[in-house]
Structures are given as C-alpha cells and as structure tokens.
C-alpha cells in the first residue's frame, strides 16, 4: 500500500510540475542612451556616426507593457542635446540646442517568423511622439525596428532605430533617426 501511494505521490507531482511555466512580465523598464542623426543631407549619407548627436550618461528611459506575448506597448522618454558642430538639416546650427522627446508606440515581436530563438525579440515599431528643440514643439509619427536579447529572467538588451517623421518641417530637430542602447529589466 505505501509503494501505491509513494507512486500516486509521485505521478501528481510529476504532473504538476509538467504543467507549471514561466510566466511571462507583464512589465519591462528600460535605461540607456540615445543618438540622434538629424542631418538630413542631400548626399544621403546617414551612416555617418560623426553627424550623430549624443549626450554623456543616461538619455533614454523606457516602460513597455505586454498584453501578450507578442504585442506590446512602450512609452519612451529622450534627452538629448544638438550640437552646433553637426550637421542639423543640411547645414549647421549657430548654438547647442536641447532636445526632449517623448513617445507612445506599439511593438510586435516577429521573431518567431524568423525561427529565432525565444531568447530574442525583434519588434517593428509604429506610434507617434512630441518632441520640443529648445523649447519649439513638434509632433510626429514614428517607424522603427527593435532587437532585443534577453539575458537572463530578469535582464536584458535592446538596440533600437526609430524615424521620426514631424509634422512642422521647418524647425530644428524635424525629420529625425533616433538609435538607441538600453538594457532592460523584467518586473
């Protein structure tokens, strides 16, 4: 009678910890830094990181909330500063500027489409921001790409490139790439 039920014991518990698995964080806090190539040049050259714009320390927070496991929805704020030895529109500015931008976008985890591993994350972007260059506001729409590793259950990684496309054109710090580095924490 023992070993019958030391067995039952065994099988109910078997059971129980097949069926238990992690559950996913509703919640994900984000800290890093952000780069901003607004140059906007006639020879199309974004890839030079000289025109890049970025500040020492930490410029980028991020919350993002998962209503599944695949869409999500991340509320971003940057700090930044334009410079005057860069190239701002295609031309240069006479001073360092301030930027602040905030944004609210929707992410869509595609990874699995790539059979990537359950370890990365790699999510387009749409939404739309309010930015302000020296006190000037903007709105505008943004698109981008993210790809995130996740380290282990609590950190992990992002790189990320956003356009930001702005409704008055005719200010400083319209039509923008934004990148960015952070490392995320799960809560």
Known sequence: M????????????SVTFAQETKKQ???????????ID???????????VSNWNATMGVSKLSAQ???NSKFSISSEFSLNRLNKDV????ESIAVNMAYFGVDLNARYNVANWFKLPSKY??????GVGASWTDGTPNKSVNTGVSIGYQINDI???RLQTLGKFASEQNTVGNNMI??????????
């Open 178 to 187: 934004q990148h960015s580095i952070e490392l995320y924490f799960n809560l």
């Open 121 to 126: 994350a790699l999510e387009p972007i749409v």
């Open 87 to 90: 190239m701002q529109n295609g």
């Open 155 to 157: 950190y992990g990684i």
């Open 25 to 35: 964080s509703k919640w994900v806090i984000g800290v890093g830094a952000n780069f």
């Open 65 to 67: 909330y998962f209503y």
């Open 2 to 13: 023992k070993k019958v039920v030391v067995l039952a014991l065994l099988m109910v518990a």
């Open 38 to 48: 607004n140059t906007n040049t006639i020879d199309n050259n974004f890839v030079d």
